[in-house]
């Protein structure tokens, strides 16, 4: 009989690509995978059919705020209870007091997924209660997990130091992706993700006037969208800036290889983004696009040993812009920069994290 992982997340299954490798790794090795998430308004209900994984979405009254987490974490209470599984899987803070609940109370264990540094998100750094709260769910529940991984090498340091226990890493790598070689490059910058704030769209959106012959796309979706899309206009540049909400992973796979650039900005807010380690960063040049993207820690480690990225220090629109031109102006610039991304691209893949995944829930 095979084990049953059940797999919490707060999203919408069908748009987290992190959450769909690794339920296909898993049932790779042999378990039996069940992910519970969201439902949201503009889900389809149908979307996930057809996948080898079983699923179930909350469909929920509030969308955000203290509320969504509280009537969230209440339904997954509940539901947890009614599982037989012999794995539990928190993703991130906001999933993980039910499944430790219940894990305690059934003999479950309890593997904790950490995606981003909870307690440092942007959205936490002015409302001084809200993250001390968070931060006593960390420390109680943390070190009542069997297992934990992260997706980058600074985040499991500062977890290991804090918690003083193991934390493995399991990068945000893609699958090795066949490239269509139909597709023609474009003269376009393309952004994946969420569209919260912090993520450098401003200064993108207004470096556009600067930018003849090229066009920049937002694809994905979130609260900041509305104020976006009034910043291009107030810029002049919303026929340039087009904005293609939500699309699959393989819809998103076959647009963003008509890029020639790929957005990956942060500001400097919080552990969580100056630690990170973005899937779309990886996901760019396994599609054959240069990233561009922060300084930071990772991202710099990453370039020392593959020169595969374009790194600016500062969001700075003169700094951005000099940057990109000395990959434009120059043509053998980009070419090289793009052999690199293809190197780069052969050795960052999600099948070389498999089996480290699969040995970590082997291993509980």
Not at 251 to 259: C, V
Not at 299 to 316: F, H, S, T
Request: charge should be positive; proline fraction near 2%; charged fraction near 25%.
């Amino acid at each position: 009989m095979k084990q049953k992982i059940v797999i919490s997340v707060t999203n919408d299954i069908v748009y987290d690509q992190r959450m769909l490798k690794t339920a296909r790794s898993l049932i790779r090795c042999g378990f039996e995978v069940h992910i519970i998430g969201r439902l949201k308004k503009d889900s389809h209900p149908d979307q996930l059919e057809g996948r080898d994984f079983n699923s179930y979405r909350f469909k929920l009254w509030f969308t955000k705020g203290k509320f969504f987490y509280l009537e969230y974490n209440l339904r997954l209470l509940f539901y947890l209870w009614k599982q037989k599984a012999t794995i539990f899987c928190a993703v991130d803070l906001d999933t993980i007091l039910p499944n430790i609940i219940i894990g305690r109370l059934r003999r479950i264990p309890v593997i904790y997924d950490a995606h981003e540094y909870f307690t440092e998100v942007p959205e936490l750094a002015d409302r001084r209660i809200e993250k001390s709260i968070w931060k006593w769910v960390e420390k109680k529940a943390i070190p009542q997990c069997r297992s934990m991984y992260t997706v980058s090498n600074q985040l499991a340091y500062l977890f290991n130091r804090e918690y003083n226990r193991k934390v493995d890493i399991i990068y945000n790598y893609p699958f090795s992706l066949n490239k269509n070689t139909a597709i023609q490059k474009e003269d376009l910058i393309v952004y994946q993700g969420d569209l919260n704030v912090g993520r450098g769209l401003e200064l993108a959106i207004q470096a556009m006037r600067k930018l003849e012959g090229y066009n920049l796309v937002i694809i994905g979706d979130g609260y900041h969208r509305l104020f976006l899309e009034n910043w291009a206009t107030q810029w002049g540049v919303n026929e340039r800036v087009e904005f293609k909400g939500k699309l699959t992973p393989g819809e998103l796979n076959s647009y963003t290889q008509k890029a020639r650039f790929g957005l990956n900005l942060l500001e400097n807010k919080g552990l969580n983004y100056y630690y990170s380690l973005a899937n779309k960063f990886f996901d760019y040049m396994q599609a054959g696009v240069i990233p561009i993207t922060m300084n930071f820690p990772e991202y710099y480690r990453i370039q020392r040993e593959y020169n595969c990225a374009i790194l600016i220090n500062a969001l700075d629109e003169e700094e951005y812009l000099s940057a990109l031109h000395r990959v434009i102006s120059i043509e053998n610039n980009y070419l090289d920069l793009l052999k690199n991304v293809d190197i780069a691209a052969s050795f960052l893949t999600w099948e070389n994290q498999e089996e480290k995944l699969c040995s970590i829930y082997k291993n509980v």
